[in-house]
């Protein structure tokens, strides 16, 4: 009997296939339960507040029908699938939901979602867009409102010391998926992307520490293995954007290809970085938020001077992680009308070619119906880099 079979992956395809399984469990016991949509909210002030923080996802098996009557349809796929699920009612176990300022979408369709939903909580986190000194000021004046916001709603004050202990969590969550992805680094990789893309989309809809434990279970029984679950094959990373659902990886391992790194929201880039631990709590999480994750929504100066100059900054670290992981190749997964991610394709494929590292770019909607129309370039560009 395989890993597959027993352990604790059984578990990580239970709760991925029925997403949001244990925190309706929480939900049945009084636990409040906060919704958020993207990487820039602060997750460390929820759990300070004694409530659990719940990524909401899309679903690209599920067409998007009653969400096109209160979006426009020039909405980015993955965010009208967020909203046209939760309008069906899939997370009515959320006591509430705290929306970023990232892409323009979720700004403007704020008011969409307190119109349509029935929780008893919203909450707007209004993110600078440029890194200056000024920003910091103000951003750290938003999350105290957002902070009091929420001690209104939990009935509960958040000190200090709340903040820094779920700063240290939550920092022991990250230095967890590191781990995770040290895995990755053997060739073949002893854990499959497809596997570690369900555990940590399976750990974003559980309680902190509960997910942690689900990590430690998931890096004991990998630390076992005597071989890898996949065969070898040309080693990729993946960049974009939210990638919630692992269609795509399981593709691209289907016809022989290895997801070895990731530089997407849910997945390395915004994993890795910590909060400052030692501190103001406020201010280290202002520096986290707004400097450390590097979205493409967050204006950097090109301090650089040069073109080149300048997108060896902004995208230093996919270089990094191309190194680091021995990545044969990238793809470039941008859903239509992102438009963040969208603009930034020319810089990006500049930077790729820099750096020697050939890139398949490819422009989809969110929805399983289209991903095997991509096997076969995949397929082509596995071939081209094999």
């Not at 759990?47 to 426009?72: Q, W, Y």
């Not at 974003?204 to 890096?219: H, K, R, V, Y």
């Amino acid at each position: 009997m395989n890993d597959k079979q027993t352990g604790v992956f059984p578990t990580v395809e239970k709760y991925y296939k029925d997403y949001g399984l244990r925190t309706r469990e929480l939900k049945n016991e009084g636990k409040k339960i906060i919704g958020y949509v993207c990487s820039f909210v602060p997750l460390e002030i929820i759990t300070a507040a004694g409530c659990i923080p719940f990524r909401v996802r899309g679903n690209v098996h599920e067409p998007i029908t009653k969400g096109d009557t209160l979006l426009e349809t020039i909405v980015c796929p993955y965010y009208r699938s967020c909203f046209d699920v939760s309008v069906k009612g899939t997370y009515d176990f959320l006591s509430g939901l705290v929306i970023p300022h990232s892409c323009d979408s979720m700004v403007r369709s704020f008011s969409a979602w307190t119109y349509a939903l029935p929780y008893s909580y919203f909450h707007f986190v209004n993110i600078p867009t440029v890194c200056e000194e000024s920003s910091f000021e103000f951003f750290a004046a938003e999350l105290n409102t957002f902070r009091k916001s929420l001690e209104k709603f939990a009935g509960k004050a958040i000190a200090d010391a709340d903040l820094t202990q779920a700063i240290r969590v939550h920092n022991e969550n990250r230095d967890k998926v590191r781990s995770l992805y040290e895995f990755r680094k053997a060739d073949p990789p002893l854990i499959s992307g497809t596997e570690l893309m369900m555990v940590l989309t399976v750990g974003s809809s559980l309680p902190i520490q509960e997910a942690n434990g689900l990590f430690d279970q998931a890096l004991a029984e990998i630390g076992r293995r005597k071989s890898s679950p996949v065969k070898k094959g040309p080693r990729l990373l993946i960049d974009g954007a939210c990638l919630d659902n692992i269609e795509l990886v399981k593709l691209v391992e289907e016809i022989g290809g290895n997801v070895v790194a990731d530089t997407i929201c849910n997945g390395a880039r915004d994993y890795f970085p910590k909060t400052d631990v030692g501190g103001d709590p406020i201010d280290a999480l202002a520096q986290r938020y707004l400097v450390k994750i590097n979205c493409p929504k967050t204006y950097r100066q090109n301090k650089a001077g040069t073109f080149e100059g300048d997108i060896a900054l902004r995208f230093g670290d996919i270089g990094t992680y191309a190194k680091e992981f021995k990545v044969d190749g990238a793809i470039l997964y941008v859903y239509k009308y992102c438009d963040p991610f969208g603009f930034e394709v020319p810089a990006r494929k500049a930077y790729y070619k820099s750096i020697d590292v050939p890139l398949l770019h490819l422009e989809d909607v969110y929805s399983a119906g289209t991903i095997g129309q991509l096997r076969t370039r995949i397929q082509a560009f596995l071939e081209m880099i094999g």
